[in-house]
């Protein structure tokens, strides 16, 4: 689906000026506790926003987003939870977290924005119809006038972007045709679409790198499209490879891998760096958190993470 080539142009970074300082984020859905897959998308954006120095010396900032947009999903505690995990690993946040389930106006007002300009447009096609002709939507709803009712909101796919420079991973190409589609911005049951709600967010809190595993690195083309719909700055993308099981699965929620131990951090925090490339000294999974992860912060390299998209975890 994606190639990537070998030319990995943004490994340098810039010093930043004390104006347009690093804003990153983590942003977990509560659908499950944290695991090993998603300590390691924790880590990375944790440790490329407090590695990064602006001109006068500060380091860039953190944030951490709740994205609880999904209630059918969502797992009782698991918000509290993953919390106090990122906390227990020295993942420490600056402002206040922000829960999507909180944002629901400007989510609205965005996509009313949308609509006035002609950019959406009512859809009631179901996911079997689609895929019985051929699994990409070719914008049948486009000219129907379908009603609110029963129908998902579709943007009309205007800026289509299929290509963008990973950190990480370098030139993405991403699948033409899914690129290109209509994508849906508000679904049949009411709520808002992860696509939107993750792009209103970014520009909300002004985020300005993204770094996150590999599972989204097709999203991020729509993510794009999306931005240059609203005429916003996109962030910079860096996608981290995906843990997967020597099976071959990848670790998820879904598949119950593994909640890390937050009354013993160190092991699954040792490892964490170790998937990241950064070549832990041994010796540093016997320090205290805050030693191991000011030693992470010093030592940060993106030109060691790997430029895969799956990595094996034993
Ligand atoms: N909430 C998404 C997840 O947990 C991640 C969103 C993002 O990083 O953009 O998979």
């Known amino acids: 689906m994606q190639t990537f080539q070998q030319n990995v142009q943004h490994l340098k970074r810039p010093l930043l000026s004390s104006q347009d300082g690093y804003r990153g984020r983590f942003a977990p859905s509560p659908s499950g506790l944290l695991h090993f897959g998603s300590l390691i998308a924790a880590l990375a954006s944790f440790l490329d926003a407090k590695s990064a120095v602006d001109?006068?010396?500060?380091?860039?900032?953190?944030?951490?987003?709740?994205?609880?947009?999904?209630?059918?999903?969502?797992?009782?505690?698991?918000?509290?939870?993953?919390?106090s995990t990122l906390e227990a690993f020295g993942l420490h946040w600056d402002e206040s977290v922000l829960y999507q389930s909180q944002q629901s106006e400007l989510y609205a007002h965005t996509l009313n924005e949308l609509q006035q300009q002609g950019l959406s447009y009512y859809c009631q096609c179901t996911r079997s119809e689609i895929k019985r002709l051929g699994g990409i939507y070719q914008g049948y709803c486009r000219s129907l006038q379908h009603p609110t009712k029963n129908s998902a909101t579709r943007?009309?796919?205007?800026?289509?972007?299929?290509?963008?420079?990973?950190?990480?991973?370098?030139?993405?190409?991403?699948?033409?045709?899914?690129?290109?589609?209509?994508?849906?911005?508000?679904?049949?049951?009411?709520?808002?679409?992860?696509?939107?709600?993750?792009?209103?967010?970014?520009?909300?809190?002004?985020?300005?790198?993204?770094?996150?595993?590999?599972?989204?690195?097709?999203?991020?083309?729509?993510?794009?499209?999306?931005?240059?719909?609203?005429?916003k700055k996109a962030p910079q993308y860096g996608h981290v490879p995906l843990a997967i099981t020597e099976q071959g699965y990848k670790l998820s929620k879904q598949n119950k891998a593994t909640a890390i131990d937050n009354n013993n951090p160190q092991p699954a925090l040792f490892s964490a760096l170790e998937f990241l490339g950064q070549a832990p000294e041994p010796d540093l999974i016997h320090e205290k958190v805050t030693d191991m992860i000011s030693w992470a912060i010093k030592h940060w390299s993106r030109e060691k993470v790997a430029q895969v998209e799956q990595q094996k975890i034993t």
């Open 155 to 231: 943007l009309i796919n205007q800026h289509c972007i299929h290509q963008f420079d990973d950190i990480f991973q370098g030139k993405v190409n991403c699948d033409k045709n899914l690129a290109a589609e209509d994508f849906i911005i508000h679904r049949k049951d009411g709520l808002f679409a992860y696509q939107l709600a993750v792009v209103v967010d970014d520009i909300f809190q002004n985020i300005n790198h993204v770094i996150r595993g590999c599972d989204l690195l097709e999203p991020t083309a729509r993510q794009l499209t999306l931005f240059t719909a609203l005429k």
């Open 55 to 83: 001109s006068q010396g500060h380091q860039g900032a953190w944030l951490v987003r709740i994205e609880d947009i999904d209630p059918p999903r969502e797992q009782v505690g698991a918000s509290a939870n993953i919390l």
